[in-house]
């Protein structure tokens, strides 16, 4: 158990619809990740937050938004569901020096999203 | 733009034995973090080694060890007397700080088991 937790663990929903991952870091790490794997484009690196900010920007689509709270909880919005959505999306947390963020992340078990 | 490839889809191993499993990069870095992360059928990432840059020693972690040469830009993972529960999918994975702490995974190597 790497400490990080994800819910829910299955989604499946339509086209068209809209959707939020839900991910808790480790206790005392600043830093979340939200990683995409599917099977054609492989894992892929979305959006980082650190303290609550923004930190990096990767692959992530328009319709895609996500946030970290207060709590340093993230969520991940996934709207205008396709098809080619379909995958599994990993939270990732790492306690985040600021300016160095070098340091090991730690997965959760990710939450399979199925778009019909 | 840096770039993680592995070129060996699949590979098998009889439980016992030895497996190296081979990943390069490109990067103008020289400050920089690699790593081995598996990936078991539960599909739960796992960290199973890190290696910085910096250090010249080779990483270990029991039967885990790597093999990294800097000038070749070649990171290869060594998993000693294998066993069935080593069955999983491997990722190398690169960071660097101003990366934004983002990894940039290989296309994953799958590791069977023979008992």
């Known amino acids: 158990d790497s400490g990080v937790t994800q819910t829910p663990k299955h989604l499946i929903t339509a086209t068209g619809q809209r959707v939020t991952l839900r991910c808790s870091p480790r206790?005392?790490?600043?830093?979340v990740y939200w990683y995409q794997q599917s099977l054609d484009q492989g894992l892929q690196f979305l959006i980082q937050y650190y303290n609550g900010e923004e930190r990096a920007k990767g692959n992530i689509l328009e319709r895609f938004s996500a946030q970290q709270f207060p709590d340093l909880h993230s969520e991940l919005n996934l709207s205008s569901l396709e098809l080619g959505d379909s995958a599994l999306y990993f939270c990732?947390?790492?306690?985040?020096?600021?300016?160095?963020?070098?340091?090991?992340?730690?997965f959760g078990p990710g939450t399979r999203l199925t778009v019909l | 733009a840096q770039t993680v490839t592995q070129s060996q889809p699949e590979m098998s191993v009889q439980e016992a034995e030895t497996v190296t499993l081979s990943c390069t990069y490109d990067?103008?870095?020289?400050?920089?973090?690699l790593f081995w992360y598996k990936q078991p059928p539960s599909r739960q990432m796992i960290l199973v080694i890190r290696?910085?840059?910096?250090?010249?020693q080779n990483a270990t972690e029991n039967r885990f060890s790597v093999n990294f040469q800097k000038a070749a830009k070649s990171f290869s993972l060594k998993i000693s007397d294998s066993q069935l529960g080593d069955a999983a999918m491997y990722f190398c994975?690169?960071?660097?700080?101003?990366?934004?702490?983002?990894?940039?995974f290989g296309q994953g190597t799958e590791l069977s088991v023979k008992p």
């Open positions: 290696q910085e840059a910096y250090k010249q």
């Open positions: 994975a690169y960071t660097h700080y101003n990366q934004g702490g983002k990894l940039i």
């Open positions: 990067t103008s870095e020289s400050d920089y973090y």
């Open positions: 206790s005392g790490d600043l830093s």
């Open positions: 990732a947390s790492s306690f985040g020096t600021s300016g160095r963020e070098t340091d090991t992340q730690y």
